[in-house]
């Protein structure tokens, strides 16, 4: 379970939020909704531990995540607004280093296999920096396809994807929901996601 | 071995290969520095070879600060970095993996190429052999204490300068250190001492840098 208790954010001297609270379990989606600049991205910045709160902690399974840290980390992926990519090398390189540096060993076989499963299998072995935006936007969220994590924090995810891709990408969260995983994410489109609970959460 | 150290080394490595320009900038500028000296002060072998210890040393110097602020900041602007925060691996291990990569591409090559570089400066075979010493002992020393520069100054303006500013005080035992090694050789002297205090810098850099490297990481992400 992952819970946030009482959490607030500034940015410079600015309140960006406060006494923000839920509690998400097994299965569970949480949708955080608010206007541009409302502090989306700094929550989830905070949720994944690369931020400490002003105020308040996130906890997984009941403990502090900066008191855990490695255990916490092994069982999340976050995708922010940076793909994370290396230009100068191919897609299929770039994941299955990444996958490597995670800690996943089998990463080269199955990078091919989610490179295929999102249409790029003929792309998966030139260099990045020919790509497109949305292709590689699409590489960077393999990386959910090779993922065992168990809570996924997503910035954005649909930006820049076509719909077959915002539809593939919907039901792998689906897929990913309903074999007991979680997910916090952001998005400004109009997506539906099978999950038995979806929680909401505003920001002001 | 550790399957991310190895990870975050190939990456780095087969970036270094593909963009091979950056790694030749390094090596282009020692080999210049060490090669225009002879040119412009003497060609009196006597005045050569005391000059040689200081300025071989004080060129691979230069020449591996040249590429520290590379190390971390294409990392911070792809997102690379904020991952490997967020990796289950310790940062600190990651660290050194960087590190590691960032000697053998720009502090190996000028160890490997000192020694032709010192036959410019008419200097005898046992201190060539004492300079590739030192360099060997006193480069990953230069590595690790830069990428603590190299981490603090991530996002800032004229990080460049900056860099040189925090790094060079603490590069100044090893300048020291290495080119007493190469000079106590040539004037027939035992230059044991000079390289085991060479060794220990490295070995004290390498205990504690990645520490506090991983720690300005940190900060630098969030």
């Given at each position: 379970?992952?819970?946030?208790?009482?959490?607030?954010?500034?940015?410079?001297?600015?309140?960006l939020?406060?006494?923000?609270?839920?509690?998400l379990?097994a299965?569970?989606?949480?949708?955080?909704l608010?206007?541009?600049g409302?502090?989306?991205?700094?929550?989830?910045?905070?949720?994944?531990?690369?931020?400490?709160?002003?105020?308040g902690?996130?906890?997984?399974?009941g403990?502090?995540?900066?008191?855990?840290?490695?255990?916490?980390?092994?069982?999340?992926?976050y995708?922010?607004?940076?793909?994370?990519?290396?230009?100068?090398?191919?897609?299929?390189?770039?994941?299955?280093?990444?996958?490597?540096?995670?800690g996943?060993?089998?990463?080269a076989?199955?990078?091919r296999?989610?490179?295929q499963?999102?249409?790029?299998?003929?792309c998966?072995?030139?260099?990045?920096?020919n790509?497109?935006?949305?292709?590689?936007?699409?590489v960077a969220?393999?990386?959910?396809?090779?993922s065992?994590?168990?809570?996924?924090?997503?910035?954005?995810?649909?930006?820049?994807l076509?719909t077959?891709?915002?539809?593939?990408?919907?039901?792998?969260?689906?897929?990913?929901?309903?074999?007991?995983?979680?997910?916090?994410?952001t998005?400004?489109q109009?997506?539906?996601?099978a999950?038995?609970?979806?929680?909401?959460?505003?920001?002001t | 071995?550790?399957?991310?150290?190895?990870?975050?080394?190939?990456?780095?490595?087969?970036?270094a290969?593909?963009?091979?320009?950056?790694?030749?900038?390094t090596?282009?500028?020692f080999v210049?520095?060490?090669?225009?000296?002879?040119?412009?002060?003497?060609?009196?072998?006597?005045?050569?070879?005391?000059l040689?210890?200081?300025v071989?040393?004080?060129?691979?110097?230069?020449?591996?600060?040249?590429?520290?602020?590379?190390l971390?900041?294409?990392?911070?602007?792809?997102?690379?970095?904020?991952?490997?925060v967020?990796?289950?691996?310790?940062?600190?291990?990651?660290v050194?993996?960087?590190?590691?990569?960032?000697?053998?591409?720009s502090?190996?090559?000028?160890?490997?190429?000192?020694?032709?570089?010192?036959l410019?400066?008419?200097?005898?075979?046992?201190?060539?052999?004492v300079?590739?010493?030192s360099?060997l002992?006193?480069?990953?020393?230069?590595?690790?204490?830069?990428?603590?520069?190299?981490?603090?100054?991530?996002?800032?303006?004229?990080s460049?300068?900056?860099?040189?500013?925090?790094?060079?005080?603490l590069y100044v035992?090893?300048?020291?250190?290495?080119?007493?090694a190469?000079?106590?050789?040539?004037?027939?002297?035992d230059?044991?001492a000079?390289?085991?205090?060479l060794?220990?810098?490295?070995l004290?850099?390498?205990?504690?840098?990645?520490?506090a490297?991983?720690?300005?990481?940190?900060?630098a992400?969030?």
């Amino acid at each position: 379970m992952l819970s946030a208790q009482d959490l607030a954010c500034t940015r410079g001297d600015r309140l960006l939020f406060t006494g923000i609270n839920f509690e998400l379990r097994a299965g569970q989606l949480l949708y955080v909704l608010g206007e541009n600049g409302s502090g989306k991205s700094s929550l989830l910045r905070i949720l994944c531990g690369l931020r400490s709160p002003e105020q308040g902690q996130v906890s997984w399974q009941g403990e502090d995540i900066r008191r855990q840290s490695d255990a916490y980390r092994s069982d999340l992926i976050y995708i922010g607004h940076l793909n994370a990519l290396k230009d100068d090398l191919s897609a299929l390189e770039n994941l299955s280093i990444s996958c490597s540096v995670l800690g996943q060993n089998d990463g080269a076989v199955r990078a091919r296999a989610a490179l295929q499963g999102l249409g790029l299998a003929r792309c998966a072995d030139i260099a990045v920096r020919n790509l497109s935006q949305g292709q590689k936007r699409r590489v960077a969220l393999a990386n959910l396809w090779l993922s065992r994590a168990r809570v996924w924090i997503l910035d954005e995810p649909f930006s820049a994807l076509d719909t077959a891709a915002i539809v593939l990408l919907a039901s792998r969260i689906g897929e990913h929901l309903a074999a007991g995983g979680m997910a916090v994410l952001t998005t400004h489109q109009e997506v539906v996601i099978a999950a038995v609970t979806v929680q909401e959460l505003r920001l002001t | 071995m550790n399957g991310a150290w190895i990870a975050v080394v190939r990456r780095d490595m087969l970036l270094a290969l593909r963009r091979r320009s950056d790694v030749a900038t390094t090596l282009f500028f020692f080999v210049i520095v060490a090669s225009l000296f002879p040119l412009g002060v003497s060609p009196e072998p006597a005045l050569l070879r005391t000059l040689a210890p200081g300025v071989l040393w004080v060129a691979a110097l230069l020449a591996c600060m040249l590429s520290l602020t590379r190390l971390f900041a294409v990392d911070y602007a792809d997102g690379t970095l904020e991952q490997m925060v967020l990796a289950p691996q310790s940062l600190t291990l990651l660290v050194l993996g960087k590190v590691f990569a960032h000697w053998l591409v720009s502090g190996l090559p000028v160890v490997l190429l000192a020694p032709v570089l010192g036959l410019q400066y008419a200097m005898p075979n046992d201190a060539l052999l004492v300079l590739v010493w030192s360099l060997l002992l006193g480069t990953p020393a230069l590595s690790l204490i830069g990428a603590i520069g190299a981490a603090l100054t991530l996002g800032v303006r004229g990080s460049g300068l900056l860099v040189a500013l925090l790094v060079l005080p603490l590069y100044v035992p090893v300048l020291i250190f290495g080119s007493g090694a190469v000079a106590a050789s040539q004037s027939g002297l035992d230059a044991g001492a000079y390289l085991s205090l060479l060794g220990a810098c490295s070995l004290l850099a390498l205990a504690l840098t990645p520490w506090a490297t991983a720690a300005a990481l940190r900060i630098a992400v969030e």
